[in-house]
Antibody, heavy 120, light 106 residues
Framework: QVQLKESGPGLVQPSRTLSLTCTVS????????VSWVRQPPGKGLEWIAA???????DYNSALKSRLSISRDTSKSQVLLKMNSLQTEDTAMYFC??????????????WGQGVMVTVSS | EIVLTQSPTTMAASPGEKVTLTCRAS?????MHWYQQRSGASPKLWIY???KLASGVPNRFSGSGSGTSYSLTINSMETEDAATYYC?????????FGAGTKLELK
């Protein structure tokens, strides 16, 4: 069955770089895209970045200068890096499978999420 | 960027009550998708392409709408339906979500 699992450090110091990994199973990264979505405590969902089945990438324009998304298909992993972390980046970070068809995109499977706290 | 406005922000419904949640887009979109998120859990795809129920979603749920106005309806509220519901559009880059409607049991 389709599964996604996020991993990464729970605590990151301000101004440092965050590295998160999404390990997927039950589908191929060359057939589906994967997105990262975050949720600050008590708040709503924000799409951050996507890597598509062909390897192309998209980023939230507000965060684009600080983000990098990549993948290792041999390991079925999607990697997200965010630099210059600020306290406002404290959030639960989810990876989700993107179902993309005919110009329409939504998220049909989600990981459990990883909580990232930015604090000194 | 397309802004999605959900209403109400919070509401409470009694078991058996009919519930309607709305989502309005700042520009026309082709479809609307809905997610259910229970407390402490990750979001789940609930309704996709405006009116299609995701696997396992009870048929007391339905979705409708077009253009800039969409809705999610629960025909008869049940205890397990208490959750936050988010709408999402994927027609126009970037993907955006509404702020959510928190549905509580009365």
């Amino acid at each position: 069955q389709v599964q996604l699992k996020e991993s990464g450090p729970g605590l990151v110091q301000p101004s440092r770089t965050l590295s998160l990994t999404c390990t997927v199973s039950g589908f191929s990264l060359t057939s589906y895209g994967v997105s990262w979505v975050r949720q600050p405590p008590g708040k709503g969902l924000e799409w951050i970045a996507a890597i598509w089945s062909g390897g192309s990438t998209d980023y939230n324009s507000a965060l684009k200068s600080r983000l990098s998304i990549s993948r290792d298909t041999s390991k079925s992993q999607v990697l997200l890096k965010m630099n210059s972390l600020q306290t406002e980046d404290t959030a639960m970070y989810f990876c989700a499978r993107s179902y993309y068809y005919s110009g329409e995109d939504y998220f049909d499977y989600w990981g459990q999420g990883v909580m990232v706290t930015v604090s000194s | 960027e397309i802004v999605l406005t959900q209403s109400p922000t919070t509401m409470a419904a009694s078991p058996g009550e009919k519930v309607t949640l709305t989502c309005r887009a700042s520009s026309s979109v082709s479809y609307m998708h809905w997610y259910q998120q229970r407390s402490g859990a990750s979001p789940k795809l609930w309704i996709y392409e405006t009116s299609k129920l995701a696997s396992g979603v009870p048929n007391r749920f339905s979705g409708s709408g077009s253009g800039t106005s969409y809705s999610l309806t629960i025909n008869s509220m049940e205890t397990e339906d208490a959750a936050t519901y988010y709408c999402q559009q994927g027609s126009s880059y970037p993907n955006t979500f509404g702020a959510g409607t928190k549905l509580e049991l009365k």
